[in-house]
Structure formats: C-alpha cells, structure tokens
C-alpha cells in the first residue's frame, strides 16, 4: 500500500493550555507524530499559551519531555526539527497579560485555529479577548474540550458564550470517540456496501449492544467525577455519538451537515427510559484498591460509576428493536465495543440439534480498533453437518500491510480536520444541545427518588441487575474482554 498523506495547509496553532496535561499526553504527540508523518508543513506553527511562565526555549524543553514520554520511539533529528515549531507566550485568561505578544505571532494568510485545551469556565474569556485583540478572523477556527456544559441550561450558555463570538461553522466540539478508525470504518462499512444496509433495521437486527468498560477507578480525579457521573462523563456524550452513528438513517451525502442532521434525528427519536430500564453502580474496595467512595472522597455519594440501560428508538427503522448500553469504571477489562446481534435465520434446515447460529458484527474501538463479523458456516472434516461460527476479520489487517499498525490516533485525525476546515466528526451546538435535554429528566427522575447505585464488585461486570437487564429479554450482554 501506498501511504497517502496529503499535507494540510500552513497554519497557526494556538494551544490555550498548553502546559496541561491533555496537551502533554494527547494534542502534542498527536501533532508530532503528524509531523512526523509529513502531514503537517514546515513553516507550520503551534504557539503553547498558558499561565505557566516560560519562554520558547523552557516550552520546547517541556515539550521534549512530553514526547520523551508519550511517544517513546520518537527520533531525536524528529523531535528537533518538531519543537524548532514550536513557541509560548504565557497569558491570563481573565486577564490583559500576554495578549499583545500573542496577536504579534500571528500570521496573515495562513489558518489560524485555537485549541481550548481548558477548564469550560474559560471559554468565554478566551474567546473574548481573541476577538478584542483582533486575532479571530472569518477563517478560523476554535476548538473546544468536553465536557460540554453539565445539563440543557450550561451547554446552551456554552453555545452561546461561542456562538457569539464564533460562527458554528468555525467551533469544533471535540469527542474523541469519533476520531477513531473504526468508527469512521462503520460508517464505509454501513454506507458505502450493499450488504448491510438492506439488513440494519428492527425487521433483521435482534439488538444491539454498546460497551465502554473500563479497568480504571476515578483516582485522582474522583472530586470532577463525583459531581459527574457515568451518565454525564460518558452516556451523553461518547456513547450517545457511538449510537448516534450506529442508528442513523444514510446521510445524502458525506458532508458534515448531512452527517450530523442524520444523527441529531436519532437523538431526538429516543424513547424516555423507564427507570427499571436503567441500572447505576459503584465499585466495591478490594484489597489492593479503594472503593468508589473513597476515591471520590464523599462517604455518602449517591453518583455512578457504572451505568447500564435499555433504549428504544421509535423510528420506522428501529422500532422494536433494543440498544443496550453499559459504561463503568473498575471492570473486567478496558474494552469499547458495538456489537450488532441480527436475528435467526427463520427457519433451520439443518436440524434442532444444530442450536441457533446468530450473525453478530462487532466493532472494537478499544484496546485494539477492529471489526468482525460472525458467519455460521459447516464445520469442516467429516462427521456430517454439523454447524461452527466463525469470525469473518473484517479489519484487513493483513491486506493493508504494517500501514494498518500505524493507524494514527484519534486526536491526530481531528486536529487535521480541523486545520482542513472538515466537521464532519465533531459535535454541531444543536447535537449536543438535544443529547443534554434527553439526558437531564433522568438525572432528575433518580436524583427525585433518591436513588442508590448498586455495589459492584472491581474486576466485575457490573451490578447484577445490569445482567438481568438483558437476561429478563432472554438476552446476554457480551462478556468485557480485551
Ligand atoms: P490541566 O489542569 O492539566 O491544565 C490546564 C491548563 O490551563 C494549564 O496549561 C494552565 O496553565 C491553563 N490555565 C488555567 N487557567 C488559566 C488562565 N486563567 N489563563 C490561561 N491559562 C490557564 O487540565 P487538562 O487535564 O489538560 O484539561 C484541559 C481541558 O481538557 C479541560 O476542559 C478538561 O476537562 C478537558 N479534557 C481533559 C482530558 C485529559 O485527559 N486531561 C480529557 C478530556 C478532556
């Protein structure tokens, strides 16, 4: 396989927060390995802002160590020519400090983008002064973190603090999720083969299931997380994006409208959740680690870090057929995955004592991003017909060569959309907006009732109930393995 990189034109990048830890660990090695790939241009530049007091020199030192880290293999002639683009300025946020000295670095003709790598209470000062200081042109272009607001009313303030600054075509609300491979493969999978999309409705698919497990507790930020939650860190935004694509009706085409029309016509045909459809947990302490309430440091915190529920989608397309969707912290094992489990065959030929065979395609976004797809073939040799299931690799790994190892990290990806102007994975105002009004009246239901999360024990699956969610439909959830 040939490598098609196509660089993007020059720009300037200016990383608000760029001494924090999500620079240090995600935009910056993303943005080298880019460089490194011959996706970004020479005269390319990434300006560090932050209240940290450095200069240049101090900036690119703490940068070579980020990428000492993070990107390990990293060549020393690779990362000289990498921090050679890069600079710092420190600024206040709130304040008049750097601001001056910023705008001078600033070139005319090239994109411009900012990269709010900041707490959200900032978005509106940042967003300010770059128009006061006259650095926010037509052209560029402004990135933003989640979380995005905590409910309808904050993200609307959100939207709005931007909005008035920014024209929506310039804001990008990034998920990460939605960088990944796999889930722009499910979309050429879905959309660009006859195959499945003559089979992706209720009539053919029995449910489908939704995973993101993970083998973390909240640790260090467990003060964030328990005012947060499961729902809020990662229901209303990454696997409601996962459920979003997954759902969607074919877009008329892939631009970044049409796309996020199609998925904001998802949200907004979900079902209220029945509040037996829904199960909230928190991890037990073992002996080597602490329990949920200990790490969040609140004895009587009443927030999940586990949560599974049933939804329906009441759409020509969907109805009658459930997504199950389950997300935590403290499980069995760090796995992201779809799995779409299609009905029996109406009728066997083959006998009773062949059992049922089910296709099941399954995504994998995480460890490793990959997709199978289960076919019942005979099993081979003699001994007559007897029926296997085997899983069709899906990934072609093998056929794209070691190219399909490099598959470049999801912030990579995004942060070259960005600087080629290119939306289409990122979340519209709108988006985010109706996932927040679909996600509050639940949080209200349980908060209402007082609701307690379930123990469950670490290393788990998840509370009992979460099994009996699907067992009571004479269904099985998947098991979380890597
Ligand atoms: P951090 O606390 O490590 O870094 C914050 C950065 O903001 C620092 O560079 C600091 O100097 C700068 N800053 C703070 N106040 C400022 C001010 N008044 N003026 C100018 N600069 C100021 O935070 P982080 O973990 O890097 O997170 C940044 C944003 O990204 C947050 O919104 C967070 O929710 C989001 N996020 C982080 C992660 C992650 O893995 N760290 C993941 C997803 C989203």
């Known amino acids: 396989m040939v490598s098609r990189v196509i660089p993007v034109d020059s720009f300037d990048l200016v990383i608000f ?5 999500l620079a240090r ?18 005269d390319a530049r990434i300006v560090g802002a932050a209240r940290s007091d450095l200069d240049d020199e101090g900036y690119r ?37 750097g601001w001056e000295e910023l705008a001078k670095r600033m070139r005319d003709g090239v994109i411009r983008a900012f ?37 309808l009313e904050s993200a609307k303030a959100l939207n709005e603090v931007l909005v008035g600054a920014f024209d929506e075509s310039q804001i990008y609300r990034i998920d990460h999720y939605l960088g990944k491979e796999t889930v722009q493969n499910l979309m050429a999978v879905r959309f660009g083969n006859v195959l499945f999309e003559p089979l992706w409705n209720s009539q053919y698919v029995d449910h489908i299931q939704i995973t993101v497990a993970e083998t973390v507790g909240v640790g260090g930020r467990g003060g964030y997380y328990d005012k947060s939650g499961a729902m809020r860190d990662m229901v209303q935004n990454h696997l409601m994006q996962l459920l979003c694509l997954i759902a969607m009706e074919p877009p008329s085409k892939f631009d970044p409208d049409a796309v996020r029309d199609e998925k904001l016509k998802v949200i907004r045909a979900l079902d209220p959740v029945a509040h037996h459809h829904i199960v909230r947990g928190q991890y037990s302490e073992t002996k080597d680690t602490a329990s949920y309430r200990e790490d969040a440091e609140n004895p009587r915190s009443f927030t999940e870090s586990f949560i599974a529920m049933k939804l329906g989608i009441s759409n020509w397309r969907w109805a009658g057929t459930p997504f199950y969707l389950r997300t935590g912290k403290r499980l069995r094992a760090r796995s992201s995955e779809i799995v779409v489990v299609f009905k029996d065959a109406p009728h066997s030929i083959f006998g009773a004592d062949q059992g049922t065979h089910r296709n099941v395609l399954t995504i994998q976004l995480q460890p490793n991003e990959g ?12 001994g007559g017909m007897r029926l296997l299931d085997v899983p069709l690799d899906m990934t072609f790994a093998e056929a794209l060569g070691p ?21 289409t994975l990122f979340m519209r105002g709108d988006e985010v907006e109706a996932a927040w009004a679909w996600t509050d009246p639940l949080i209200a239901a349980w908060q209402a009732r007082n609701d307690v999360p379930q123990p469950y024990d670490t290393g788990s699956s998840g509370p009992e109930d979460a099994l009996m969610l699907m067992h009571r439909d004479g269904r099985r959830w998947r098991d979380i393995r890597e």
């Open 371 to 382: 997709m199978t797809l289960d076919v019942t073939i005979k099993e081979p040799g003699p």
């Open 403 to 423: 190219e399909a190892e490099e598959v470049p990290d999801a912030y990579e990806r995004l942060i070259m959309d960005v600087i080629r102007g290119n939306q």
């Open 115 to 151: 990269y709010l790598s900041v707490g959200p209470g900032l978005f509106g000062d940042l967003a300010e002064r770059l128009h006061q200081y006259g650095m926010a042109d037509a052209d560029s272009r402004i990135v933003v973190e989640k979380p995005f607001g905590r409910d």
């Open 61 to 97: 030192a703490f940068v070579r160590e980020a990428l000492a880290e993070f990107v390990p293999k990293a060549e020393a002639p690779d990362v000289d020519a990498f921090v050679g683009a890069l600079g710092y300025v420190p600024v206040d946020a709130r304040g008049t400090n």
């Open 25 to 42: 660990r995600k935009i910056l090695p993303a943005l080298f390995r880019r460089f490194v790939a011959g996706q970004m241009p020479e």
């Open 17 to 21: 927060g760029g001494t924090g830890d």
